[in-house]
């Protein structure tokens, strides 16, 4: 079975400070993807990445950077913490299907973050 | 750009009837992937079904099947004979064919079972 794994399921941090969410999955996918999920508004793509040291901005990638330097880690840095961040982070993978075709989006547990 | 819109945000089912969520989107892609994920409570995301655009025959999956309108562009979610376990929150996506396939998500609808 695929496995995404995320480094807390909850954290409390204070405004202003450099919060990282870390991601790894274990099945060799080559695309990574990073969602916000608010109530009411669904899963919004932040940053995704499809290949090591390569990333691409989402729909929302404001106030967030990301890291790729292995294929199996994803890392999203919030630089400077704010309250309006306050969300659930899930991170999630995919490979190459049929054709070299994105395959099914696989998800971690999410990290509930909390900004004071 | 495309949109995926869920207009339940709730929904409600007695154990072991039949329940029906919504979804239709904006697309003016043809080739295009359909999904639709449950998050139980635990918070971790499951694949439910997926469907091919340039499929007609509706994607089944257990007691789980879709009613795809293509040219309706809806994308309708039928569970059968309805779980205890099935009570979650369920997403409909829509999956693009470049930027890397990304998802679209809707809103969510929250299903839950009556014993």
């Known amino acids: 079975d695929v496995k995404v794994t995320q480094s807390s399921r909850y954290l409390v941090k204070r405004t202003g400070e450099k919060v990282f969410l870390e991601c790894v999955q274990d099945?060799?996918?080559?695309?990574m993807f990073w969602y916000r999920q608010d109530p009411g508004l669904g899963l919004r793509l932040i940053y995704f990445?499809?290949?090591?040291?390569?990333?691409e901005k989402g729909d929302i990638p404001e106030g967030y950077s990301v890291s790729r330097e292995k294929k199996e880690r994803f890392s999203l840095i919030l630089e400077s913490a704010s309250t309006n961040q306050t969300s659930m982070y899930l991170c999630?993978?995919?490979?190459?299907?049929?054709?070299?075709?994105?395959?099914?989006?696989?998800f971690g547990p999410g990290t509930r973050l909390t900004v004071l | 750009a495309q949109t995926v819109t869920q207009s339940q945000p709730e929904m409600s089912v007695q154990e072991a009837e039949t329940v029906t969520l919504s979804c239709t989107y904006d697309?003016?892609?043809?080739?295009?992937?359909l999904f639709w994920y449950k998050q139980p409570p635990s918070r971790q995301m499951i694949l439910v079904i997926r469907?091919?655009?340039?499929?007609?025959q509706n994607a089944t999956e257990n007691r789980f099947s879709v009613n795809f309108q293509k040219a309706a562009k809806s994308f309708s979610l039928k569970i059968s004979d309805s779980q205890l376990g099935d009570a979650a929150m369920y997403f409909c996506?829509?999956?693009?064919?470049?930027?890397?396939?990304?998802?679209?998500f809707g809103q969510g609808t929250e299903l839950s079972v009556k014993p």
């Open positions: 996506a829509y999956r693009t064919y470049n930027q890397g396939g990304k998802l679209i």
């Open positions: 697309t003016s892609e043809s080739d295009y992937y």
């Open positions: 099945m060799d996918h080559e695309n």
């Open positions: 990445s499809y290949d090591v040291k390569m990333k």
């Open positions: 469907q091919e655009a340039y499929k007609q």
């Open positions: 999630a993978s995919s490979g190459l299907g049929l054709a070299g075709r994105t395959d099914t989006q696989y």
